[in-house]
């Protein structure tokens, strides 16, 4: 089974650029999500989608990030414009998305992530 | 807010030994779930070892064991017969029940393990 895949692996850009991750989930998951993992930090998430709909999106700074999911499968996530801040490795996870509810939850399966550099 | 801890940034351990990460977290829930995701040098998580709060059992996983205190919210993880493939970052997780419509994983800032031969 294909797991994870992202691109681009690595991104070098210049502040005040703009920049987007694709991530496709494995097969069949429902539920994708976005974590940024800053240097020395666990990761954060900044968007949750169930299908192509926003389940979570509080920690996105939407100033200056967005991301879709068209059509419930692959999903972006853009920078515009970038900060030095924003250096850090994105990680794409996805997971079945049961409609389980108390008492369930679903393994996250990650990717190998973007890591972003910001001069 | 939940927060979770992880004390070591560093740890060490020689082959074939055992080694216990720390990992404390704070909630005022009572239906959670706790992982422990390990990421080696190459960056792709993968899940090790999950414990649901409601269950007074703590989990293992082959060479891989919980010890899981809901009182004291503490989690730690035991590793038996530590191998070199066990060198990695290893990250304590937080889950909320799924009664509260999201799957976020609160992660602590890591412990990074190295098995020395």
């Known amino acids: 089974e294909a797991g994870v895949a992202q691109s681009p692996r690595y991104k070098i850009i210049e502040k005040r650029q703009s920049v987007a991750f694709w991530c496709n989930p494995i097969?069949?998951?429902?539920?994708l999500y976005w974590y940024q993992q800053i240097l020395g930090q666990g990761p954060k998430l900044l968007i949750q989608?169930?299908?192509?709909?926003?389940?979570?999106d509080s920690q996105l700074p939407k100033d200056r990030f967005s991301a879709e999911r068209l059509k419930g499968v692959d999903s972006t996530l853009k920078i515009q414009p970038a900060k030095l801040e924003d250096s850090a490795v994105y990680l794409c996870?996805?997971?079945?998305?049961?409609?389980?509810?108390?008492?369930?939850?679903?393994?996250?399966?990650f990717g190998p992530g973007t890591r972003l550099t910001v001069l | 807010a939940q927060t979770v801890t992880q004390s070591q940034p560093e740890m060490s351990v020689q082959e074939a030994e055992t080694v216990t990460l720390s990992c404390t977290y704070d909630?005022?829930?009572?239906?959670?779930?706790l992982f422990w995701y390990k990421q080696p040098p190459s960056r792709q998580m993968i899940l090790v070892i999950r414990?649901?709060?409601?269950?007074?059992q703590n989990a293992t996983e082959n060479r891989f064991s919980v010890n899981f205190q809901k009182a004291a919210k503490s989690f730690s993880l035991k590793i038996s017969d530590s191998q070199l493939g066990d060198t990695a970052m290893y990250f304590c997780?937080?889950?909320?029940?799924?009664?509260?419509?999201?799957?976020?994983?609160?992660f602590g800032t890591g412990t990074r393990l190295q098995v020395f031969p």
């Open positions: 997780a937080f889950m909320k029940d799924r009664s509260y419509n999201t799957d976020k994983l609160i």
């Open positions: 996870a996805s997971s079945l998305g049961l409609a389980g509810g108390p008492r369930t939850t679903d393994t996250q399966y």
């Open positions: 414990q649901e709060a409601y269950k007074q």
């Open positions: 909630t005022s829930e009572s239906n959670y779930y």
């Open positions: 989608f169930q299908n192509n709909g926003v389940v979570d």
């Open positions: 097969s069949g998951h429902a539920t």
